[in-house]
């Protein structure tokens, strides 16, 4: 992936990030205090366009792979979303013990079982999208998809890291 590509999305990735951990953390009320907003449903589809097109644009595909590929790539992204609701419920729930100062060692452990959960469930959807996607992609596209997946998650959880405290 190129650096200038990177870049460009790495942006708007980062709000996908603040997405789900500054609305917890922010000044005022918590992201499940929030009522659903249609602006945010606008920038989250905004996201998932430019994420499409970084992915477009790194992948080099021919049409024959391009209609194969992208159902696969649809069904992946809808399993991911899920994966991403869960672990910002289980952010903001953490969001608001924190505030509260109310964390328990019980709720702590309950939290970081639900966080190992979300990351297990991610190994899993990679798992099943795997043979979908080798009989789209020669094995080298296969590869270069699930480094770009990688690369995206990666910058997305490190600005989740940064925003969330550790726990008191």
């Known amino acids: 992936m ?3 590509n990177v870049k460009t999305v790495r942006n708007a990735l980062f709000v996908a990030a603040a ?3 500054a ?7 918590t992201a ?4 659903a907003d249609y602006n945010m449903q ?3 589809e905004k996201l998932q ?6 992915v477009a644009t790194n992948m080099d595909l021919t049409d024959a792979e391009a209609k194969a590929f992208w159902p696969v790539y649809d069904e992946y992204q809808k399993e991911l979303q899920k994966i991403n609701e869960r672990l910002a419920t289980t952010i903001t729930a953490y969001a608001r013990e924190f505030k509260a100062k109310t964390l328990t ?3 702590a452990k309950q939290l970081i079982d639900e966080a190992v959960a979300v990351e297990d469930a991610e190994v899993r959807l990679k798992h099943a999208i795997l043979p979908k996607l080798a009989k789209a992609l020669p094995g080298r ?6 480094q770009i997946e990688s690369k995206i998650r990666a910058v997305i959880k490190y600005e989740i890291a940064a925003e969330v405290p550790l726990a008191q």
């Open 32 to 35: 499940a205090d929030q009522p």
């Open 141 to 146: 596209k296969v590869a270069r998809y699930m």
């Open 42 to 44: 606008i920038l989250r």
């Open 105 to 107: 060692d019980a709720r």
């Open 23 to 29: 609305p917890a953390f922010g000044q005022g009320k």
């Open 49 to 54: 366009g430019d994420k499409k097109l970084l």
């Open 19 to 21: 997405l789900l951990a």
């Open 2 to 4: 190129g650096r200038n």
